[in-house]
């Protein structure tokens, strides 16, 4: 045990001790359990060298950090340990110097050196690498559940993994923290972490010659485990990608995505919830193209192959696709890319390309062909902000409910349809709203201040299609309408059926609206905004 902060240090090594534990300490840390009455034996006894250099070498030692090393199923490690007459050591208790929180409060470099801790993360770093034989604990968090565990009978593989990876993160960050403090002795703008080799578990993939525009610098940086649909992606022919290009193609391949793989198997967005709540959808994965521009989808559509899910999608806004980036969820033939060869593209990403396929796009050289082979695997999205990140959830649901609330009863040929349209406004900017008819989207306004804007705009490019096919569109939006307004226009653009969450002071006045129009209207339960 070595801890910088003593909250529940005193409670959990009595619990320890009277379990039968003994424990190993360093000078503050052993010192205040003494004077709590709690037995410890100093870490200079177990190493036989004392703690020197004002306490900068206690714990970096073979006789303690073999201890934790040792794998307690590797018979020569223990007979290793049994011949040095070393005790394996079976729980870490660590907390590191607090850098961060010094250095915030202006200290000197030289007084900030000093809460530079090397022992700490070396021992914390040993026992997180051994984690299926020893508990590592890093946070005064743990101490209660571990003690929980240990009484119920041992702590589970999964306990073990959950405390060694929060113990690696905290390591990175840590380091991450030091490394950002000295950057900023040398006040050099080259030293920001866009420039750096690695940030906290990405590695810098390639420069980018630009980012969003021609004079900001940037660079990519992928996952080190190569995780993810760009971790393990390859580019088969064309330009260097651009920022822009990868933003585009990432929120291309997600959108795609939420259709499923159906050559992986996997399941469009939200399928469990849709075979539970609508089981008479067949939620089976299709054919899907969506385009891109700007970072939010001008085009999506469901087709019998690639070809056709292409086409219909370059329809959804032929002026918006030029330029574009395409993402589809199946090989692209060559038949396809024959027609797509006509358009002015800047990414084309798909799971493969046939042979044909290849060789026409690979002829336009300003054209970039990327193989994705996986779909989004994060577990979390950042998003930066001026001295920090937002951290969250990814949107992994798509129905909470399916609640009719209209008079008028939903014609079950249009349910897919609504759940197409669904699927696509997830992936739109907010206030979004998604017209679509023969799985295809007609109409998408998104990146609005208002709803009835959002609105306007599906309404308006849904017009330019024939006035035959309109006759059976449908509408979702990404949140609940605060008023009737979206209800009259979608009625004077022939919707013939809503989706949208519900929840809102004014669902009375859109149902009622609704009611007036015989336009049958369904609640999800769940929002979908994305800013």
Same mark, same amino acid.
């Given at each position: ?11 959990? *090594? ?35 060298? !004392? ?12 006789? +303690? ?9 590797? &018979? ?5 340990? #049994? ?11 660590? %907390? +590191? ?118 004079? %900001? ?5 992928? @996952? ?46 939200? &399928?469990?919830?849709? @075979? ?9 994965? @299709? ?9 939010? =989808? ?28 395409? *993402?589809?969820?199946? =090989? #692209? ?7 797509? &060869?006509?358009?002015? #593209? ?57 609640? =009719? ?30 017209? *679509?008819?023969? $799985?295809? *989207? ?23 299609? =024939? ?14 309408? !605060? ?39 369904? $609640?999800?339960? +769940? ?5």
């Amino acid at each position: 045990m070595s801890v910088y902060n003593k909250e529940g240090i005193k409670e959990f *090594a009595a619990c320890l001790v009277e379990d039968g534990w003994n424990i190993v300490s360093t000078g503050g840390t052993a010192a205040f359990l003494r004077k709590n009455g709690i037995e410890v034996t100093d870490v200079s006894q177990i190493t036989g060298f !004392p703690e020197c250099l004002d306490g900068r070498v206690k714990t970096l030692h073979p006789a +303690l950090h073999a201890g934790i090393l040792a794998r307690r199923s590797d &018979s020569a490690h223990l007979k290793t340990l #049994l011949e040095l007459g070393v005790n394996a050591v079976d729980l870490v208790c660590v %907390q +590191l110097y607090p850098f961060v929180e010094k250095t915030g409060a202006g200290i000197s470099f030289e007084e900030a050196t000093e809460f530079i801790d090397i022992g700490g993360p070396a021992m914390l770093r040993a026992a997180a690498k051994n984690a299926r034989d020893v508990i590592v604990i890093c946070d005064t968090a743990d101490y209660a559940p571990v003690i929980q565990g240990l009484r119920s009978g041992g702590l589970d593989e999964k306990t073990r993994m959950r405390l060694a990876a929060k113990t690696f993160k905290l390591i990175s960050s840590y380091d991450a923290a030091i490394s950002q403090y000295f950057e900023r002795q040398i006040n050099d703008e080259t030293a920001l972490p866009a420039w750096t080799p690695r940030l906290s578990g990405y590695s810098k993939y390639y420069p980018l010659r630009y980012g969003e525009n021609s004079h %900001q610098n940037a660079a990519l940086y992928l @996952r080190e485990d190569g995780a993810g649909a760009l971790g393990a992606m390859e580019q088969l022919c064309g330009k260097p990608l651009s920022y822009n290009n990868i933003r585009d193609m990432d929120a291309a391949w997600k959108c795609v995505c939420a259709f499923g793989l159906p050559q992986e198997g996997i399941a469009p967005l939200g &399928s469990e919830e849709v @075979r539970r709540l609508i089981p008479e959808i067949d939620d089976s994965p @299709r054919p899907c193209c969506v385009a891109v521009k700007h970072n939010t =989808p001008c085009g999506a559509a469901l087709g019998d192959s690639a070809l056709e899910a292409f086409v219909k999608a370059r329809d959804c806004d032929a002026e918006s696709i030029f330029g574009g980036v395409l *993402a589809f969820n199946t =090989p #692209l033939s060559a038949n396809a890319a024959k027609i797509i &060869s006509a358009l002015f #593209l800047e990414v084309i990403a798909a799971p493969d390309f046939e042979a044909g396929a290849l060789e026409i796009l690979g002829a336009k050289k300003n054209l970039r062909l990327v193989k994705l082979r996986h779909a989004p695997q994060e577990n979390f999205e950042l998003s930066s902000v001026d001295g920090g990140i937002l951290a969250q959830q990814p949107q992994r649901r798509l129905l909470e409910e399916w609640r =009719p609330v209209t008079k008028t009863a939903l014609d079950p040929q249009l349910a897919p349809q609504l759940i197409f349209a669904l699927r696509v406004v997830n992936f739109v900017k907010s206030n979004a709203i998604v017209c *679509a008819r023969d $799985f295809m *989207a007609a109409g998408i306004g998104g990146g609005q201040t208002s709803r009835i804007s959002a609105a306007k705009l599906a309404f308006e490019k849904a017009k330019k299609m =024939p006035a035959a096919k309109n006759r059976r569109l449908v509408l979702a939006s990404d949140a609940f309408f !605060p008023f009737a307004d979206v209800v009259e226009g979608a009625a004077a653009a022939g919707v013939a059926a809503i989706v949208q969450p519900g929840g809102s002071d004014g669902d009375k006045n859109s149902i009622e609206a609704c009611n007036r129009h015989q336009i049958p209207m369904v $609640f999800t339960g +769940l929002r979908y905004f994305k800013h």
